[in-house]
T-cell receptor, first 113, second 116 residues
Framework: AQSVTQLDSQVPVFEEAPVELRCNYSSSVSVYLFWYVQYPNQGLQLLLKYLSGSTLVESINGFEAEFNKSQTSFHLRKPSVHISDTAEYFC???????????FGTGTRLTIIP | DAEITQSPRHKITETGRQVTLACHQTWNHNNMFWYRQDLGHGLRLIHY???????NKGEVSDGYSVSRSNTEDLPLTLESAASSQTSVYFC???????????????FGPGTRLTVL
């Protein structure tokens, strides 16, 4: 079975500062990795995904994540955050041939003006 | 535009009552999923379906049931609501037949259920 750990439940960051949201996973087989974002009072939206190939993946709004197999991590980074990035971020994992997602407990990102 | 909707958006019920939460998608997706979201637990899979007449138990299926009689709908039923089932419920769907290694799940807006 797979599991996902997000150690930081809340991360406050000043506007225009960089941020890293940590995600570690555990699995005995190869995995696909995802970051989902949930804006206040909304459902989840896919932010970015790693399926194969380049270990660095990017989103259209400036976030990036790097798959590190040796450290079993998929941390999410942004060099300069904006107020509009205020949301809860979920790391998730699935395995090849199985589209079920296993989610982490989420990290609430709060941007301080 | 294609979409996924959930109803009701908010529901208050009493312990012991049967409750059904609706999920409807217009993408013609084969796969549909039900999750519950609780503080400190993230999202946990309740039930899922890979097509009409197919249903499967997820991580936290006790006390819940689903049925898939058509492609568009996957209603979630709480047979006898309990206070522990107070939560926010999300429905999701994905294509399932594209041949791609993974198909993105699209989430509905959620239903907030309170069991008193």
């Amino acid at each position: 079975a797979q599991s996902v750990t997000q150690l930081d439940s809340q991360v406050p960051v000043f506007e225009e500062a960089p941020v890293e949201l940590r995600c570690n996973y555990s699995s005995s087989v190869s995995v696909y990795l995802f970051w989902y974002v949930q804006y206040p009072n909304q459902g989840l939206q896919l932010l970015l995904k790693y399926l194969s190939g380049s270990t660095l993946v990017e989103s259209i709004n400036g976030f990036e994540a790097e798959f590190n197999k040796s450290q079993t991590s998929f941390h999410l980074r942004k060099p300069s955050v904006h107020i509009s990035d205020t949301a809860e971020y979920f790391c998730a994992v699935s395995v090849f041939g199985n589209e079920k997602l296993t989610f982490g407990t989420g990290t609430r990102l709060t941007i301080i003006p | 535009d294609a979409e996924i909707t959930q109803s009701p958006r908010h529901k208050i019920t009493e312990t012991g009552r049967q409750v059904t939460l609706a999920c409807h998608q217009t993408w013609n997706h084969n796969n549909m999923f039900w999750y519950r979201q609780d503080l400190g637990h993230g999202l946990r899979l309740i039930h899922y379906s890979y097509g009409v007449q197919d249903t499967n138990k997820g991580e936290v299926s006790d006390g819940y049931s689903v049925s898939r009689s058509n492609t568009e709908d996957l209603p979630l039923t709480l047979e006898s609501a309990a206070s522990s089932q107070t939560s926010v419920y999300f429905c999701a769907s994905s294509e399932g037949t594209s041949g791609r290694p993974y198909n993105e799940q699209f989430f509905g807006p959620g239903t907030r259920l309170t069991v008193l």
